[in-house]
């Protein structure tokens, strides 16, 4: 394991603890999106210009409900960001093992298999954000 490896695994460790403190410290909005702006980030600009939610709208919400176990009003703020919540949950622990056995934390995009994964991930954000703007329209 080489210095970037340490880096990226004590870089990783701390940023997933700081995207979980940060979802647990924000109140989920009411309205399924808009829970980064609690954070002081800006409103989305892409639902601001089209009335559509974006590729990642409701992901804070997601998170922040997923924070409070609140899985059902994650899973309707944005399926996706259940998902991903779990993986930053995950996150630590996995940057913890690297530091412990030496291995770089992305030693498994070296397997075969990792192929398909960006293709695989791309095609579930996608059917997500789909899913997200047939809610959208229901809505409306």
Do not use: I, Q
Not at 41 to 67: D, E, I, Q
Not at 75 to 96: E, I, K, S
Not at 108 to 113: E, K, Q, T, Y
């Amino acid at each position: 394991m080489g210095r970037f490896d340490s880096l990226l695994a004590v870089a990783g460790l701390l940023g997933s603890l700081a995207v979980l403190v940060a979802a647990r410290s924000v109140e989920p909005d009411p309205s399924g999106r808009g829970t980064h702006e609690r954070l002081g980030l800006a409103p989305c600009s892409f639902l601001m210009r089209t009335g559509k939610p974006c590729l990642t709208c409701g992901m804070t919400t997601a998170f922040a409900h997923m924070a409070r176990a609140e899985p059902l009003g994650a899973l309707r703020a944005n399926p996706l960001g259940a998902a991903l919540f779990l993986g930053a949950l995950a996150t630590p622990w996995w940057c913890v093992r690297s530091l412990r056995l030496r291995r770089s934390p992305l030693a498994f995009l070296d397997a075969p298999r990792a192929r398909v994964w960006l293709p695989v991930g791309a095609l579930v954000l996608l059917l997500n954000w789909g899913w997200m703007l047939l809610r959208a329209e229901g809505r409306a």
